[in-house]
């Protein structure tokens, strides 16, 4: 018998991921939780096979809970970027209705503590207080042995280059050059297309007993900001040349967010994404997309 998983953030990329990766495994059904279920991405959702359902992550504990009723799992991936320091509030909400609805199995998208593993010298907010939801979801696990919890995280998107860090034409008009703070003397920076994440949270739910309680990272590759270079420039046949810009340099752009994603740079120099935790065990789960294989996958182009 198929098990009902719940996903949030079905219409984003992680959620998005992971309900694909769900339907197409086969011994699973699929609950989408979104905002609008009357939306054009909704709709989508409905024609590949789940169920949709209206609920929001600042919907009642009560609301979530019945959104929740009758599914095995559930997939929950909190968006910092749509409603910031109230991250933890609605994370700590959503767990507390998982285990009041009768959930059996919790996988929940974390990111590293970087102020505990930095001794308080980086405060990323969308890390930390990821990482306070991932406390709490451990804290319920370990009162309610039944209710089984699992970790995934990510590392910077290869799909950030496609937008954020995007390599510049120069005055020459025929070479590029891609900038970002990836420090050359610093930790290599991990990079992987987000959509494995639905094929190493399928393996998740496949075996709670050997995933209860474990943090599973997932990276394709990681490389220095020349290899990033380098790899574009293989892909496109287009000359593309990396330029280091010091996380105190970038932070003085002052776009929204700018500040936030300097700290994050700081510890990813210093710390890497994922510190001291093991990525051997996402490549047992599904095989990763190294950046490579990702821009031939989409196309990458250089205009």
Known sequence: MSKLITVFGSTG??????????LSNGNFKVRALVRNPDSDA?????????EVVKSDDSDSKEHIESALKGSYGVFLVTNFWSYFDKEY???KKIAD????????HIVFSGLAPCKKISNGRYNVPHFDLKHQVEEHIRSLSAANPSFVSSFVYAPLYAQNFQTSFTPKKNEDGLTYTISFPSDPSGKLLDVGDVNDIGSIVAGIFSDPTKYSGSIVPFSGDALTGNQIADTISKVTGKKVSFNYIPPSVFRTFGFPGADELATMFEYYNEFGAFNDLDKSIAPKIHKL???EQFLNKVNYKLE
């Open 89 to 91: 509030e609605y994370g």
């Open 13 to 22: 990329q992680q959620g998005g991921s992971v309900l694909r990766a769900l």
């Open 97 to 104: 209705a998982a285990l009041s609805a009768g959930i059996k």
């Open 42 to 50: 909704s709709k989508k959702l409905k024609e590949l096979g789940a």
């Open 289 to 291: 997309t190294t950046f």
